[in-house]
């Protein structure tokens, strides 16, 4: 294989499991709150008991375990912080600030859950809600990745794969508001549910199965095609491990594929605006002809890109759209080096592929009812269903179209998806909103689509990926005000943002016309 440009790529060493959780639950939520028609400073309900009180508010419903008054420090209110238990190991946090606005805010998990709530990442999404009055939940979803890592809490473990699918979050959102209620003497007016990838599947399982528990949802990436994922996960893992590529021929690809698509759009800027108006093909590319170098590409890699870009079948049926292009190309990633979209998803010179990491327990612990800890998932032939497969469909899958019973009581869902994401496929928001619309032509007054370009796996990329989702959402939930666009950009420098163009509700997108961008 290519050894050119090898050693520039060597230099990130962070686990993975850090990646997996490092994203937070949109890129910058109520960055805008002062542009918004809702005065989240306004503060009408006071405390009405002592925090510490909360202890004795136990039942048999939810267990508190701790309730502790946090005095005031820097932008953060004095708050009271309630730690607690749901059975059997459902653990969650509420924060209460003493003057609040009357919402909750709840956040959701990334890729197996299982993260603590003092974990950083948590912390941050906690803060920034916190700091504008907003009392708060998060729950680990029934496990803790410290104990049981990865999808091993599931092994031989209904109860709690249920507790992830949906029972965690449902349970924990319905406990804060009876908390909340016990601390004010009042019910929130407002609840609001804000996660990407896993928690974007969270987001949209709770619109469907639970659409009384949140007023307003934002769906960022969401997993919610979450069985068909993994049999992509598996599917693009498994030929892109035997092809041999290395990351700098995966940077040579995306030469060819960004010369190819970019401007097909109108204007060359790096960015691809819309995949599927890409005609790339594999066969397009150079072939090695004799020695194999970064330049060029031999059959076994060839046939494992083809492979790759083409859509999942498993028993003869297509259950998952091809993968767009667009991935390959350098951006920001978590770790905030600039390197390939496949890195370290598919590609990961350090160890494991972070795919690997959240795919392939998947195949030993939850598809099938005999688990299988040794199963190799990349061996996995696609010929027959796993046999425990539409029983895990009917716990974790988030698909059903019909989201009337959310639009009868007001609720609205905001979602959106990077283009160039290189782990689960904007196309399945897309064929969702279109199952939805065949439903109700109405589709747009309660549910919008917004794709963003050149942006990987809920933030990174080569494209603006900053953005506020929460102060639009709160704006349509209680003023009818319903987006249309909101702004995007990049912060090269701290406190900078840089090359702010818009999104548009779907299925509009960002036109460059007569030197400005147009929603078209």
């Known amino acids: 294989m290519a050894q050119t440009l090898k050693a520039s790529f060597r230099t990130l060493t962070l686990p993975l499991a850090l990646f997996a959780l490092a994203v937070p639950a949109s890129a910058e939520q109520f960055a805008n709150s002062g542009t918004g028609s809702i005065d989240y400073e306004a503060t009408p309900y006071q405390a009405s008991m002592r925090c510490k009180d909360l202890i004795a508010t136990s039942n048999y419903d939810y267990t508190v375990i701790s309730a502790k008054q946090i005095a005031a420090s820097g932008d953060l209110p004095e708050h009271c912080r309630v730690s607690g238990l749901v059975q059997s190991e459902v653990r969650f946090e509420v924060n209460l600030p003493l003057a609040w606005n009357g919402r909750l805010y709840m956040y959701g998990n990334g890729g197996l859950a299982g993260t603590p709530a003092d974990d950083p990442g948590k912390q941050l999404a906690r803060n920034r809600a916190l700091r504008r009055n907003?009392?708060?939940?998060?729950?680990?979803?029934?496990?803790?990745?410290?104990?049981?890592?990865?999808?091993?809490f599931a092994h031989n473990n209904f109860h709690k794969l249920v507790d992830y699918g949906f029972r965690a979050v449902h349970l924990t959102v319905t406990s804060a508001k009876r908390i909340a209620h016990s601390f004010f003497t009042q019910a929130p007016n407002h609840s609001y549910w804000d996660g990407c990838s896993t928690g974007g599947r969270q987001a949209m399982i709770s619109a469907q199965r639970f659409p009384d528990d949140f007023d307003g949802i934002v769906a960022g990436a969401p997993a919610a095609d979450y069985s068909g994922l993994k049999f992509s996960q598996a599917w693009r893992v498994s030929a892109i491990t035997r092809s041999g590529l290395e990351e700098a021929e995966v940077v040579e690809l995306s030469k060819h594929i960004y010369a190819r698509c970019d401007a097909v759009d109108g204007m060359r800027d790096g960015l691809i605006s819309d995949p599927r108006a890409c005609d790339f093909n594999v066969e397009q590319l150079p072939k090695c002809r004799g020695e194999d170098t970064v330049q060029c590409f031999d059959v076994q890699e060839i046939n494992a890109l083809k492979q790759y870009y083409a859509p999942v079948v498993l028993a003869g049926e297509e259950i998952y759209p091809a993968?767009?292009?667009?991935?390959?190309?350098?951006?920001?990633?978590?770790?905030?080096?600039?390197?390939?979209?496949?890195?370290?998803?598919?590609?990961?010179?350090?160890?494991?592929?972070?795919?690997?990491?959240?795919?392939?327990?998947f195949f030993r612990y939850m598809v099938f009812f005999k688990d299988r800890p040794d199963f190799d998932w990349t061996e996995f032939d696609y010929v027959t269903h796993p046999d425990g497969l539409e029983?895990?469909?009917?716990?974790?899958?988030?698909?059903?179209?019909?989201?009337?019973?959310?639009?009868?009581?007001?609720?609205?869902?905001?979602?959106?998806?990077?283009?160039?994401?290189?782990?689960?496929?904007?196309?399945?928001?897309?064929?969702?909103?279109?199952?939805?619309?065949?439903?109700?032509?109405?589709?747009?007054?309660?549910?919008?689509?917004?794709?963003?370009?050149?942006?990987?796996?809920?933030?990174?990329?080569?494209?603006?990926?900053?953005?506020?989702?929460?102060?639009?959402?709160?704006?349509?939930?209680?003023?009818?005000?319903?987006?249309?666009?909101?702004?995007?950009?990049?912060?090269?420098?701290?406190?900078?943002?840089?090359?702010?163009?818009?999104?548009?509700?779907?299925?509009?997108?960002?036109?460059?016309?007569?030197?400005?961008?147009?929603?078209?």
Not at 136 to 147: K, L, Q, S
Not at 325 to 343: D, H, P
């Open 134 to 152: 907003f009392a708060t939940a998060y729950t680990d979803t029934g496990h803790d990745r410290r104990a049981e890592p990865g999808g091993t």
């Open 323 to 361: 993968i767009p292009v667009g991935s390959e190309v350098v951006g920001t990633t978590f770790g905030g080096t600039q390197r390939t979209g496949w890195f370290p998803w598919l590609i990961n010179p350090n160890g494991r592929t972070l795919l690997d990491e959240l795919g392939s327990d």
């Open 391 to 520: 029983e895990f469909r009917a716990v974790v899958d988030a698909l059903d179209p019909d989201l009337s019973p959310l639009k009868a009581r007001g609720g609205k869902i905001l979602s959106y998806f990077g283009w160039a994401d290189p782990d689960i496929n904007p196309l399945t928001l897309i064929s969702y909103r279109d199952q939805v619309q065949a439903l109700d032509s109405e589709v747009d007054n309660y549910f919008r689509v917004f794709l963003l370009p050149g942006v990987f796996h809920c933030r990174g990329g080569a494209g603006p990926d900053r953005f506020d989702s929460m102060t639009p959402l709160v704006d349509w939930v209680e003023n009818e005000v319903a987006p249309a666009q909101f702004d995007t950009w990049q912060e090269l420098e701290v406190g900078q943002r840089s090359n702010v163009r818009p999104t548009c509700a779907y299925p509009k997108s960002a036109k460059h016309i007569d030197g400005k961008f147009q929603c078209q």
